[in-house]
């Protein structure tokens, strides 16, 4: 077996790919930089496998862990096909994720600059007579304010970073509109209370192909809203969720369950229902997951949602 060091540019992997004998089966572990990496080796590779090391006990428990070690294990299990297979998202979903994925960055840096103001406010001394400081109303408020020379500057810097914020915040949502009316998957979502253009996008971008989930249940466990399971000596004991897989498609779907909760009658319904007996959290994240499944459901079969179906389903 051929080891060496290979500057991470797409011709030097090209030239070194060459070096070995034909067919080859690339492997490469899960990372931020694998669309590039595969772009950069497939005109050379035969097949290109993605793994994720966390699934790869050999890798994720090793006491020993550098590249070195981990190009080798990888090498075994390749040949001896024993690879746990990560799905690789394609092009169209990879830049639907850049987008949605961007507006989800931007709104937290807004977030962020909104309350660095608020703490400023709250270190003069002031309590806020509105709501939303941000708003016309609010803006007035803090024009007024006897704030000391240098909270006057931060307060300006924070609100002209927060109108920047808004302006490139409203160019992704007319973009991501744009596209969900040119997807019939995104039109289909939106069908769903809850579930505007934005979050239609968002949820297209984290699943990516729906067929790679056979059932309802294995795409509520990519989001993570599945309860773990601790089976021993024949007793079985459920948890709460694992937080594993994409965290962005949990995040959205409790999102969209909030919302659903006040628009959809069977949706409220049930959570009332459910809330009698279980904490709200735990209620909500059941929400969550029962729209997620219905999710699956519109996109396997190319449909709308149905409240009074949603309603039937326990």
């Not at 960055?105 to 703490?119: E, H, I």
């Not at 897989?245 to 919302?259: E, F, N, Y």
């Not at 959290?281 to 009074?308: M, P």
Request: aromatic share 6%; with cysteine; hydrophobic share 45%.
């Amino acid at each position: 077996m051929k080891q060496s060091q290979v500057v991470n540019e797409g011709s030097a992997l090209r030239a070194w790919l060459r070096q070995v004998p034909g067919p080859r089966q690339v492997v490469v572990e899960a990372s931020g930089f694998w669309p590039a990496f595969a772009r950069a080796v497939q005109p050379e590779a035969e097949r290109l496998v993605m793994v994720h090391p966390q699934r790869m006990k050999a890798i994720a428990s090793a006491r020993l862990k550098n590249d070195k070690v981990d190009s080798e294990t990888l090498a075994h299990l390749s040949r001896a096909d024993l690879l746990p297979e990560a799905w690789m998202a394609n092009e169209r979903t990879q830049q639907v994720r850049l987008l949605t994925r961007l507006r989800i960055t931007l709104g937290q840096q807004r977030a962020k600059a909104k309350n660095q103001l608020q703490a400023v406010l709250h270190q003069e001394g002031f309590l806020k007579p509105v709501a939303d400081v941000f708003g016309k109303r609010g803006r007035a408020w803090l024009a007024e304010l006897a704030l000391s020379p240098a909270a006057r500057v931060v307060v300006q810097v924070w609100l002209q970073v927060v109108d920047q914020m808004n302006a490139a915040i409203l160019e992704q949502e007319t973009a991501l509109k744009k596209m969900a009316q040119e997807d019939a998957r995104a039109r289909w979502l939106q069908s769903m209370p809850g579930i505007g253009a934005y979050s239609a996008m968002v949820i297209l971008g984290e699943i990516g192909e729906i067929e790679r989930f056979h059932t309802k249940r294995a795409l509520a466990s990519y989001a993570g809203l599945t309860p773990s399971v601790r089976e021993s000596a024949g007793k079985r004991k459920r948890g709460g969720i694992g937080h594993h897989g994409s965290a962005t498609l949990r995040w959205i779907m409790l999102q969209v369950a909030q919302v659903a909760a006040r628009h959809s009658p069977a949706a409220g319904a049930w959570l009332k229902k459910l809330k009698q007996r279980k904490p709200a959290q735990v209620a909500l994240i059941a929400l969550a997951r029962k729209l997620l499944t219905a999710v699956w459901a519109l996109l396997r079969h190319g449909l709308c949602f149905d409240e009074a179906i949603f309603a039937r389903q326990d």
